[in-house]
């Protein structure tokens, strides 16, 4: 029978975790501080920056969400970016993405101060997970790999199939599963026989954001499946798996919603909570 991964239930456990490294923080009078900068009216991103900053408050952060309009000018933005890494009550930084289109995201992400890059996408810290060195690792990849642990997935030797190669996600993944002894292979929009690669994969990790892309019959008996896709299919949120026909296959399978999404939320606290306790004065 195949194994559900709660997502929910793992995120709960490691929330626990970073509310109780909050705390001693703030008893030692450096309490650890989140600010999401929103720019514009996108109301999928209105209802993430909320989640996130809900989930702050609760781990007994301090927590605020700037918004500014979407007319702001690279420069304007810049500045407020320059001033929060000036703020030592500020110990993590998020720029809600996407950003509008007259900004460049990576010229914004790239001003935040490294140590406060607490999503993980300067490419100071892009470029550590590449070299193995020490840096914020982002949000999604790392719940997964937190996931797989609690899990106790062994990844050592295993083929491991990630879909999807973008910075935020798939690419990060890769890098982390590499890291883990895993064989990697990455597959993207113009991967050739798709269902051919993903057949030998011990662990599928989809990233794509394309519901049901993932069939039955592109996944090996036995193995692990992990979706990461979040899309709205006849008004319903579902992954890129198709979810009831993969799990008579897999051993073990994340749901969606309740698998890779509130893990991504316990990463972001647990990276604010590392960026205020590496702050020594
Ligand atoms: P993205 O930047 O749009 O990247 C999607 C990737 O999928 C690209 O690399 C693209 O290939 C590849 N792709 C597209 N069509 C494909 C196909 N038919 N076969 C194989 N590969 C294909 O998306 P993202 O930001 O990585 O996000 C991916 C999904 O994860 C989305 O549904 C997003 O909402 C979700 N997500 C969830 C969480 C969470 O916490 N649960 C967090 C982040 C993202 P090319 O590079 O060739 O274009």
């Known amino acids: 029978m195949t194994h559900l991964i709660d997502g929910k239930k793992w995120a709960l456990l490691s929330r626990e975790e970073t509310k109780q490294a909050c705390a001693i923080l703030t008893q030692e009078g450096r309490q650890p501080g989140l600010t999401v900068v929103l720019v514009g009216e996108d109301p999928a991103s209105q ?23 979407a007319t702001i000018t690279q420069d304007e933005l810049l500045a407020v970016i320059y001033r929060l890494n000036q703020d030592p009550h500020v110990h993590g930084i998020l720029v809600q993405l996407p950003l509008p289109k ?34 914020f690792v982002p949000c999604t990849p790392l719940g997964i790999m937190r996931m797989l642990a609690y899990e106790n997935i062994s990844l050592s030797g295993k083929h491991a199939v990630v879909i ?60 692990v499946v992990i979706d990461v896709g979040m899309n709205r299919l006849d008004g319903k949120l579902v992954g890129d798996v198709d979810f009831e026909n993969v799990k008579e296959v897999a051993s073990a399978i994340t749901p969606v919603p309740g ?12 990276n604010t909570v590392q960026a205020a306790s590496n702050v020594t004065s």
């Open 102 to 135: 007259h900004i460049d995201d990576q010229v914004i992400i790239d001003a935040i101060a490294i140590e406060k890059d607490v999503d993980g996408f300067h490419a100071t810290n892009v470029g550590a997970l590449a070299l193995g060195l020490t840096g």
């Open 47 to 69: 209802t993430y920056v909320r989640g996130k900053e809900k989930a702050a408050t609760e781990a007994g952060m301090q927590s605020a969400i700037i918004r500014l309009e």
């Open 164 to 223: 999807g190669r973008s910075n935020i996600v798939g690419k990060p993944m890769a890098q982390l599963l590499l890291k883990a002894n895993a064989t990697v292979t990455i597959c993207h929009s113009k991967t050739e026989n798709l269902g051919q690669i993903t057949r030998q994969a011990d662990i599928l990790i989809s990233a794509v954001g394309k519901a049901h892309l993932v069939k039955a019959d592109m996944v090996k008996e036995g193995a």
């Open 259 to 270: 698998g890779v999404g509130p893990m991504t939320i316990a990463m972001l606290l647990h």
